[in-house]
């Protein structure tokens, strides 16, 4: 159901860090894509570990998908702004991610799955997220969830913005997911032309901006269409008030950092190298992933 609800007030804004443009790469069975978050971020931006950007109406772009492949260690959550992808894995699950709609997963302990496009012409396009797990819940059961568009928590502000609220809060506003540790807020904003936003941040969280249509305008820093902002982390600041001159679109994103050791190698995040060494066996063995 949406509403409209009055802004929180921010008292101070955060400033912008820096801009990042991102890096042309392609993933799966040669999906092309623009990742965003990259590895050499990931103890700046803790608990985040990766953040992809997809969008293509040339169907060679994207068609054939991502095939069976294994994660341990974090969570995926992928964000469908157009298209339909077809999600199954090791641990039964199976859902068909539409337009608007959000898939969460929590690979834990292991889990391989495929994520096929359901369509062979149009446009595709979205976002996949990736979310450390602590140390504690690297091993836990993997879980996943599907939700539609019209099952995710929205709002409209006084100001005409349009904000649904994928994980985490804003404005009184609970979201999809919620999760303890890392306090993840995930929002996805639309800002007519002359319109603010503002979002209480906690002092210690880590944020970024990504802005996906338009431009926008962080304490009088212009952050351009296809650029991450990473926000700045002042002891003063409580909150990022963001302004736009032309319509926009954008992902708002914040969390609590872990602040333990990440060793990544592909699809495995551990705190260890032998806990890395660890997922390669046991993925050569056979014995990474839930049986169906």
């Given at each position: 159901?949406?509403?409209?609800?009055?802004?929180?007030?921010?008292?101070?804004?955060?400033?912008?860090?820096?801009?990042?443009?991102?890096?042309?790469t392609?993933?799966?069975?040669?999906v092309?894509?623009?990742?965003?978050?990259?590895?050499?971020?990931?103890?700046?931006?803790?608990?985040?570990?990766?953040?992809?950007?997809?969008g293509?109406?040339?169907?060679?772009?994207?068609?054939?998908?991502?095939?069976?492949?294994?994660?341990?260690?974090?969570?995926?959550?992928?964000?469908?702004?157009?298209?339909?992808?077809?999600?199954?894995d090791?641990?039964?699950?199976?859902?068909?991610?539409?337009?608007?709609?959000?898939?969460?997963?929590?690979?834990?302990?292991?889990v391989?799955h495929?994520?096929?496009?359901?369509?062979?012409?149009?446009?595709m396009e979205?976002?996949?997220?990736?979310?450390?797990?602590?140390?504690?819940?690297?091993?836990?059961?993997?879980?996943?969830?599907?939700?539609?568009?019209?099952?995710?928590?929205?709002?409209?502000?006084?100001?005409?913005?349009?904000?649904t609220?994928?994980?985490?809060?804003?404005?009184?506003?609970?979201?999809?997911?919620?999760?303890?540790?890392?306090q993840p807020?995930?929002?996805?904003?639309?800002?007519?032309?002359?319109?603010r936003?503002?979002?209480k941040?906690?002092?210690?969280?880590?944020?970024?901006?990504?802005?996906y249509?338009?431009?926008?305008?962080?304490a009088?820093?212009?952050?351009?269409?296809?650029?991450?902002?990473i926000?700045?982390?002042?002891?003063?600041?409580?909150?990022?008030?963001?302004?736009?001159?032309?319509?926009?679109?954008?992902?708002?994103?914040?969390?609590?950092?872990?602040?333990?050791?990440?060793?990544?190698?592909?699809?495995?995040?551990?705190?260890?190298?032998?806990?890395?060494?660890?997922?390669?066996?046991?993925?050569?063995?056979g014995?990474?992933?839930?049986?169906?």
């Amino acid at each position: 159901m949406t509403t409209t609800l009055a802004p929180h007030t921010v008292l101070q804004t955060r400033t912008v860090e820096r801009l990042v443009a991102g890096q042309a790469t392609s993933d799966g069975a040669g999906v092309k894509l623009t990742r965003v978050l990259t590895q050499n971020l990931q103890q700046r931006l803790d608990p985040f570990l990766m953040l992809d950007a997809f969008g293509s109406d040339q169907p060679d772009d994207y068609i054939a998908g991502f095939p069976d492949h294994p994660h341990r260690g974090f969570e995926t959550i992928t964000y469908m702004i157009a298209g339909r992808m077809l999600h199954k894995d090791s641990a039964g699950h199976e859902g068909l991610l539409e337009n608007g709609g959000v898939q969460w997963m929590t690979a834990g302990k292991g889990v391989i799955h495929s994520e096929i496009p359901q369509q062979e012409e149009g446009v595709m396009e979205g976002f996949q997220l990736w979310l450390n797990l602590p140390k504690r819940d690297k091993m836990k059961t993997p879980w996943y969830r599907d939700f539609k568009n019209a099952d995710l928590p929205k709002f409209v502000t006084v100001d005409g913005v349009a904000v649904t609220v994928i994980a985490g809060e804003s404005q009184g506003q609970g979201g999809a997911v919620t999760r303890d540790i890392t306090q993840p807020n995930y929002l996805d904003l639309h800002l007519p032309a002359g319109s603010r936003f503002e979002q209480k941040l906690p002092a210690g969280h880590n944020a970024l901006v990504y802005v996906y249509r338009g431009e926008v305008s962080i304490a009088d820093k212009v952050v351009p269409l296809q650029r991450m902002a990473i926000l700045a982390n002042e002891a003063q600041a409580d909150g990022v008030v963001i302004s736009a001159s032309v319509d926009a679109k954008l992902l708002l994103i914040s969390g609590q950092p872990l602040k333990e050791p990440i060793v990544q190698y592909g699809p495995f995040v551990m705190n260890s190298q032998d806990e890395i060494y660890q997922a390669l066996s046991d993925f050569r063995d056979g014995r990474l992933g839930e049986s169906a």
